[in-house]
């Protein structure tokens, strides 16, 4: 089945080049359609565009590569649909003020990844992943050689383990458990310490990483 792909902008755009390189198959969705059916014409074959809905339906797992405000809606709207299907939430807690500023949106100690988890229905499968590094970074830093760059995933769910691991290895890098969904803060921004910005910049390999999951800062 395939991987749906809510949202082509830097994140979801990238991951979809990435994962149609890699071989897996997507589906991907956005505000306007024809940004999606856009990007999946130039990915060819392994891709198409789709509805939301629809492309929640035919994919076994669905990365919301949305704003999280957009995540908590699209969720209210299509809670049935991800019945038993993998969540991945690449969401940080992120706005901006009046004047353009980016400002933290949740109180400091509440992830992200809480407020998603908790909206959906019991059988969903959720993961926060994809979200680790900038986008830059993550179209940039795609099978780094000689040995990949991390990127995190936190998940309390055995089932959404395998899957996430699938994808972030198709798309080009090694992934790491940072932990149970009572970790997804470290794997976000502002605030996470094993967030790329709270690695002030880094992009580690699988040692470091390590390293870093232990609380061993990176040299
Ligand atoms: N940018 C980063 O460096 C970065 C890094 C880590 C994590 N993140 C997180 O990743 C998420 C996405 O960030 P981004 O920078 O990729 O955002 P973005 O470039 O602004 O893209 C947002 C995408 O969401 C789509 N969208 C908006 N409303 C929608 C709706 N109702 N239904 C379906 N699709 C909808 C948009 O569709 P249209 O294309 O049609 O407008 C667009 O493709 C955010 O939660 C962010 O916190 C971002």
Known sequence: MATAI?????????????????????????????NAAAL????????????????IAEADAVVFAVWLDT??????????????????DPSNPLGFDESGQMI?????????GSIVASLLPADTHYVKA????????????????????????????DAAAPTIERLIRAA????????GLAD?????MPGGDLHQAGLNGALLDLDEARAAVAGEVPA
């Open 172 to 179: 080009g890098f090694e992934p790491l458990k940072a932990g």
């Open 6 to 34: 809510i949202g082509t902008g830097n994140i979801g755009g990238t991951l979809a080049r990435h994962l149609a390189r890699g071989g897996e198959p997507v589906v991907l969705a956005a505000k306007d359609e024809a």
């Open 40 to 55: 999946a014409q130039e990915l060819g074959e392994l891709a198409r565009a789709a509805s939301v809905e629809e492309a």
């Open 104 to 112: 933290r949106t949740l109180p400091e100690g509440q992830s992200a």
């Open 130 to 157: 994809l979200g680790t590094l900038g986008a830059d970074s993550l179209a940039s830093a795609a099978n780094r050689e000689p040995r990949r760059a991390v990127l995190f995933y936190s998940t309390d769910d």
């Open 184 to 188: 997804a803060g470290r794997i976000e």
């Open 71 to 88: 995540t908590k809606e699209l969720i209210a709207t299509d809670a049935r649909l991800l019945e038993n299907k993998v969540v991945v």
